[in-house]
């Protein structure tokens, strides 16, 4: 099986508009925080390091966290580089 490229752009933009702080990294860690994700973890995963993605039950808190529409679950998640 070939790894894919995923662009996780959109799911970065939700975290960026719906989270205070100076930096995407503050925004980011506050973020993992609450949906019990560890940092390391989620950085991989959006880096797309091999073998690293989101588990469902994963991606199901993080649509309910930041409010993702159902129409953009695709865009936010499995949308190819």
């Given at each position: 099986?070939?790894?894919m490229k995923l662009d996780y752009s959109c799911l970065?933009?939700?975290?960026?508009?719906?989270?205070?702080?100076n930096t995407i990294e503050?925004?980011?860690?506050?973020?993992?925080?609450?949906i019990k994700i560890k940092v390391?973890?989620?950085?991989?995963?959006?880096e797309n390091k091999p073998k690293c993605y989101f588990m469902s039950d994963e991606i199901i808190r993080i649509i309910k966290k930041l409010n993702i529409q159902e129409n953009k679950i695709?865009?936010?998640f499995f949308k190819e580089v």
């Open positions: 099986m070939v790894d970065l933009e939700c975290i960026d508009s719906g989270y205070e702080g503050q925004k980011i860690v506050r973020f993992c925080k609450e390391y973890r989620f950085k991989r995963i959006i695709a865009e936010c």
